[in-house]
């Protein structure tokens, strides 16, 4: 009972600063200038601070585990069931298949998945394989996809010298080379970054309540039914994904719960800092987050019931 409290808490703290942002949006406090700015500060400044810190933090051995391959095998069957569909069927382009692709496949790791964890799972650590995997694999491809689409321009050169350019995937790279090599930062040299990095997951759920001003959820347009995809593949069938992988994997009790929990989390709120930023499907991206986000918590629900 206590993990359903608190679980009911995180995400309660989660809308409220969503409608914070929703609020100031409405009222026009910060101008139509908004938005595009507290993207670009999050993309280049605070999301790379806080990912720095993460990955300092990390230990790279939580990588090979088979919690952490059901888990993989779970996100990459909701890319590529969303991606087939998008291109194959609805001819949609590059930059807006990726978003949505993520939309149906990338956990919000942090801001709801570490709460979910800590509370619920019993160890928060539990969100670290996950987390590394997005930042390190999903992140830098789906990044490079997004830049090489939307630039115009693609070419070898282009692609290859997209990871160094992105200040995400620099951060991160560099906070996990500093663990893997075991150096230690003095707090000093650390808690800058603690402090710049604090404020990016509020800024992210602010920038979306902003978004949300004088928008209607899944309004008819040419985004809806991808926004319904990404939605149903993200609650549906990537928990179910997990479910299948684990127990096929050997998985059985906390742990094959502790999978499923974790696909069964909604979509992250990096996904719209990235549509924003690629200009790339900014509709289907918060569509997609606000309805995954709403119904995350009775599918919670309904897998702690069954498999806890």
Known sequence: MAGVTDMLQGFTIIAVVILVGFVVGRIGL????????????????????????????????????????????????????????????????????????L????????????????????????????IL????????????????????????????????????IIASAAGLALSVLGVDLPDAAVEPFRIVGGGAVPLMLIAFGISLAGQRILEPGAQRRDAILASSIKL??????????????????HDLFVVVTLAALPTAQNVFNYAQRYDAAEVLARDTIAVTTLGALPVLMVVAATLH
């Open 103 to 130: 939309g149906a496949g990338y956990v919000n790791a942090n801001n709801i998945g570490l709460p979910v964890a800590g509370y619920v799972l019993g160890d928060a650590t539990l969100m670290a394989p996950v």
């Open 30 to 101: 910060l101008g139509p200038a908004a938005r595009p700015v507290i993207a670009r500060l999050t993309f280049f400044v605070l999301a790379p601070s806080l990912l720095f810190t993460i990955m300092l933090e990390a230990d790279v051995a939580d990588l090979v585990s088979p919690l952490v391959g059901a888990s993989v095998a779970a996100a990459l069957g909701a890319f590529g069931l969303y991606s087939l569909v998008a291109r194959l069927v609805w001819r949609r382009r590059v930059a807006d298949t990726v978003v949505g692709a």
């Open 236 to 253: 549906l069938v990537m928990p179910a994904l997990a479910l299948l992988v684990g127990t096929v994997l050997g998985l059985h009790g």
């Open 133 to 168: 995997v997005q930042l390190l694999v999903f992140s830098p491809v789906a990044l490079t996809l997004l830049d090489a689409s939307t630039s115009g321009v693609v070419t070898l050169r282009r692609v290859l010298a997209q990871p160094v350019r992105n200040p995400i």
